[in-house]
């Protein structure tokens, strides 16, 4: 009777050895070469969610910052009786073009009285050119068409055949103080510019243009 229970424990104790050595050889097998034929061995299912997200390269970069658009300088005009697009542009020393198209309009058209309009302001413009041809005097004479202070720094003039002079900062004041850009040497004052050219500039029939820092026309004049 013992030998037979010792029997059966040593049948028992090598099932359970192979068993166990079975299940190993197969989990090495899993990880080495998985999958197994038939899926032995349940495979591990791994959240998407849980993983860590790839970092991309190009969310790393600098992204490039919008440069917003230039304000408009306008004023409101309500419109009273006998008010046309013509009257109130000569008032406002602006073209009929530009007054049209700043109320949204594709021409001029009959105004009623009450209707509010847009009249975009230059907030500097080329009042003269004096002494054209004269290196000695010439100059051009700019203007504050604003209520308020007016900075030119970063303002340009041209004279429309690559001859341009930038603006430092220099500030006008009030609404019709001026500043003199002359074409010669000499020493700057806060009404008073000096271009630094060795000859004169200007002459009869040529177009000055003067541009604000966004490169936009605010005035024009032609030299008589």
Request: hydrophobic share 40%; aromatic share 8%.
């Amino acid at each position: 009777m013992k030998q037979t229970s010792r029997i059966l424990f040593f049948l028992l104790l090598n099932v359970l050895v192979s068993a166990c050595t079975t299940v190993g050889v197969l989990y090495i097998w899993d990880r080495t070469r998985s999958p197994l034929p038939g899926g032995l061995l349940p495979s591990i299912a791994f959240n998407r969610s849980e993983a860590p997200a790839a970092t991309s390269s190009a969310a790393e970069q600098p992204q490039p910052t919008l440069q917003p658009s230039p304000t408009p300088f306008v004023i409101i005009h309500p419109v009273v009786d006998g008010d046309t697009f013509d009257s109130i542009a000569q008032t406002y020393d602006v073209s009929v073009d530009e007054l049209v198209a700043a109320n949204g309009y594709k021409q001029a058209q009959v105004l009623s009285p009450g209707e509010l309009l847009r009249v975009p302001i230059h907030p500097a413009v080329i009042e003269s050119v004096v002494g054209a041809g004269d290196l000695a005097s010439e100059g051009v004479v700019i203007v504050n068409n604003m209520d308020g202070e007016l900075s030119l720094a970063g303002w340009q003039l041209d004279d429309g055949v690559g001859a341009y002079y930038t603006f430092p900062q220099v500030t006008l004041f009030s609404k019709g103080r001026d500043i003199s850009l002359f074409t010669r040497s000499g020493a700057d004052s806060a009404t008073e510019l000096y271009w630094g050219l060795t000859n004169p500039l200007w002459q009869s029939g040529k177009t000055v243009t003067l541009r604000d820092p966004q490169g936009h026309v605010q005035s024009t004049y032609i030299i008589p």
